[in-house]
């Protein structure tokens, strides 16, 4: 399973560095997230980026001071994210292994976790262990941020819209494995997939995983909340600049409302090590 993923985010090269800048869309995704970190990033802290990618959310944690160590199963998404992060001025440690086992991280190493993409989605019976990992090099008192593919996201993303025709989609659910992801979350093989399979969570699925690793005080988010699957209608909204501000108005006042973290694409949620 680890090689199958770190095979795919190989071949996906700069793509992934590419998918939170390239369209408004994406730039959206990419605030939420920020809003959701960013209180908690100051000068001096002890920073682990677990399952980095490119680097995208290191940077910026990097700009505010944070002292970073950046870890990917993937060789080259680790590579790419220490060409940015040296092509902005900044250094960090750079360690290619699993999240399921970061044997070589001390624990109560890190002040801030930061579990960003969809790592956890990947690693179906290996997410308990994951996150006891996650948990584990994480100082007592610090907080873990994650985002993941949320389950009910998804499906409203595929329900506003998708590449192929709707009817095609909706009206063959045992062709994409629609009827396993509504009941169990979990992604079936299907023809044309471009990802490896997936598991996609609820909020509360998560909430209760982490409260079993030893976190409290969690509290969720949604990226994005209101624009789910509205790609098309983000992208004619940005090329106003009134009309951008007031989308970006909206979501950063609406996002981590609760009960709203299920109807993102992807679920966000932290929470501080007991």
Request: net charge negative; glycine share 10%.
């Amino acid at each position: 399973m680890h090689e199958s993923i770190a095979s795919f985010y190989d071949g996906y090269g700069e793509r992934e560095w590419e998918r939170l800048e390239k369209t408004a869309y994406g730039r959206l995704i990419y605030n939420c997230h920020m809003w959701f970190l960013e209180p908690h990033l100051n000068e001096g802290l002890r920073v682990l980026d677990a399952g980095c990618g490119s680097g995208r959310f290191s940077i910026p944690a990097a700009k505010k001071g944070c002292r970073m160590t950046l870890l990917d199963i993937s060789k080259v998404q680790l590579n790419i994210a220490e060409n940015k992060l040296h092509a902005n001025g900044y250094d960090g440690r750079f360690i290619r292994a699993s999240v399921t086992d970061m044997a070589m991280l001390d624990s109560g190493s890190f002040d801030i976790v930061i579990c960003y993409g969809a790592v956890l989605n990947y690693l179906h019976g290996g997410t308990t262990r994951a996150l006891t990992e996650l948990t584990r090099v994480l100082k007592h008192g610090g907080t873990l941020v994650i985002s993941v593919c949320g389950r009910a996201g998804v499906l409203r993303a595929c329900a506003a819209e998708l590449k192929i025709p709707m009817v095609e989609f909706w009206g063959d659910p045992r062709r994409w494995g629609i009827q396993s992801v509504v009941s169990t979350g979990d992604e079936t093989e299907y023809p044309g997939a471009v990802h490896p399979q997936r598991h996609y969570f609820t909020s509360g699925e998560l909430e209760h995983l982490m409260e079993q690793a030893g976190l409290s005080d969690i509290k969720t988010g949604a990226a994005p909340s209101v624009f789910t699957g509205q790609r098309k209608n983000t992208e004619e909204i940005s090329s106003d600049e009134e009309a951008w501000k007031t989308l970006l108005y909206t979501e950063n006042k609406m996002f981590t409302e609760p009960g709203l973290a299920d109807s993102g694409e992807f679920i966000l949620i932290k929470g501080v090590k007991r």
